[in-house]
């Protein structure tokens, strides 16, 4: 039985498009009708514009009839988390305060994926300014997974995943702050990257935690992952933390020889991590081994403290870069303000949603006067003891296996206590602290039917690597090629 058309691979359809089997429009409607007749239910997308989207695929068809086709992304649909700037397109990051507020730029990423001819499909629901794991602190509304409409994507880019998932987009982009992207992912049964720190330009990107930020791609496969972070990587001069790294050809790559020695941290595979999916990520360990591959026990000493360093430093930057949403320059204006101090505490008291509120005020105490060398100077210093312990560990092996999510995809409002969720990422914000690599890919399922991902965190600007690794990985498993049944 052939797939259907929006669940084919990113690499399968710029094939199909290559040799004329298919049209660019004939792409863009089937994906509109789908996305029409899902998002009641899904709600992946903030916002979506049909005409130009089927605009922006005849532009392309065009294009491949006069050959001068732009390479395997052109005519590829693609969706962006609403967090990345598209010029005359809303900017929302699902926030209230700016629920009004259209983009007069393209990030970075998206002009390189319009460079590359893809076309840009809607604006991807998340969390409110990428600030949660479950997609359910949108000022919009929470995204359904696909596999169980009743259960949360993942977050923050939960819309991400979800429409591609849902087979709405062929591919979409995520951020990565301390597992946005990958977390999603696994919920998702998708292959997720958070590429190094620096690889991919943050120009563009609605600021969250500037040094943790990492804009990345999610794919059916390693294949089309490594497709789009090809398109999107490079050296910014507008992104001042932007390095400047060779990109290789990461497609090409994937044939290339795999790093063979395998960390296991058993730091990772600890109390609170779901038995089904320890099982699932063991076979995973157990086949790398079978393969040949060196798999040793590591030690990454400092990660019981990841948690707590992570939520003062991202906190503090949040507090600094959100001070600008204040109703004075664009964004949501309160009507009920009497003066100019009461406008910005009005209109920030009704844009903000709670978990917002909640880092601000956090990100604020850790940062003031007193307090600044007590718990942001010192998590900084705990930051680079965290980095170090990766960095030593790969002088022992080439790349470091865990889990990505602790639980499966759980209920929508099943978890309320903050914390509770703030726990959900306690293998992922590691690797955002430390600055590195890492991706996510479908390992499995629970017996109730929902995916469960396996992390690979890779060394800084290795990401041929990485996904090198995990394709061996997903070639000799059928996992990536399931699809729900909506």
């Known amino acids: 039985m052939s797939t259907p058309l929006p669940f084919q691979s990113l690499a399968t359809l710029a094939a199909r498009l290559e040799r004329r089997e298919l049209s660019a429009v004939e792409l863009m409607q089937t994906l509109i009708a789908r996305t029409e ?30 050959g001068q086709a732009r390479g395997p ?108 992207i990958r977390q999603p992912a696994a919920l998702c049964g998708l292959v997720g990257l958070k590429p190094t720190y620096g690889l991919v330009s943050r120009y563009g990107l609605v600021a969250y935690a500037s040094s943790l930020d990492q804009i990345g791609p999610f794919g059916r496969t390693t294949e089309d992952v490594a497709l789009v972070l090809r398109a999107i990587a490079g050296h910014d001069p ?17 044939a290339a020889p795999a790093p063979h020695r395998i960390g296991i941290p058993k730091e990772y595979f600890g109390e609170g991590l779901d038995p089904e999916i320890g099982a699932a990520v063991e076979a995973a360990v157990k086949f790398y081994r ?52 009461d406008l910005y505490a009005k209109s920030r008291a009704e844009g903000f949603g709670a ?30 003891l965290i980095r170090r312990d990766f960095l030593r560990a790969f002088e022992q092996v080439d790349a470091l296996l865990t889990p990505t999510s602790p639980v499966p995809a759980f209920k929508l409002g099943e978890k309320v206590d903050p914390l509770a969720m703030y726990l959900l990422d306690i293998y992922t914000i590691g690797v955002n602290l430390a600055g590195l690599p890492a991706a996510s ?15 690979l965190i890779g060394q800084p600007f290795r990401e041929a690597d990485l996904l090198a690794l995990a394709h061996i990985y997903e070639q000799a498993h059928e996992w990536h090629a399931r699809t729900p049944q909506i």
């Open 37 to 66: 007749a899902l998002e009641p239910r899904v709600h992946a997308f903030n916002s979506r514009d049909a005409t130009d989207a089927l605009t922006q695929a005849a532009a392309s068809d065009a294009r491949r009839a006069a």
């Open 290 to 341: 079978d393969r040949g591959c060196e798999v040793k026990e590591v030690s990454l000493p400092h990660t019981q403290y990841c948690l707590d360093a992570y939520y003062v430093i991202a906190t503090a930057e949040a507090s600094s870069n959100l001070a600008r949403f204040d109703g004075v320059r664009y964004g949501h204006r309160s009507k009920a303000a009497t003066d100019a101090i």
């Open 73 to 180: 992304l052109d005519g590829i649909p693609i969706g962006l988390k609403d967090v990345i700037a598209v010029t005359g397109q809303p900017l929302t990051a699902s926030s209230k305060i700016l629920e009004n507020f259209v983009s007069p730029y393209d990030a970075t990423v998206t002009r390189k994926l319009k460079d590359a001819g893809a076309v840009l499909w809607g604006r991807l629901g998340c969390d409110e300014f990428a600030m949660g794991s479950s997609n359910e602190n949108s000022a919009f509304g929470p995204v359904a997974n696909p596999w169980d409409l009743t259960r949360v994507p993942g977050g923050s880019s939960g819309g991400s995943a979800a429409a591609l998932a849902a087979g709405e987009v062929i591919a979409s982009l995520g951020s990565d702050t301390g597992g946005s």
């Open 441 to 455: 890919v479908p390992c499995g399922f629970t017996r109730a039917g929902l995916p469960i991902g396996l992390q």
């Open 238 to 254: 507008l992104d001042s933390t932007s390095f400047k790294a060779d990109v290789p050809d990461y497609r090409a790559a994937l």
């Open 355 to 384: 978990e917002v509120k909640r880092r601000i005020i956090l990100g604020t105490y850790v940062l003031s006067s007193g307090y600044y060398d007590a718990y942001y100077l010192r998590a900084q210093k705990v930051r680079t």
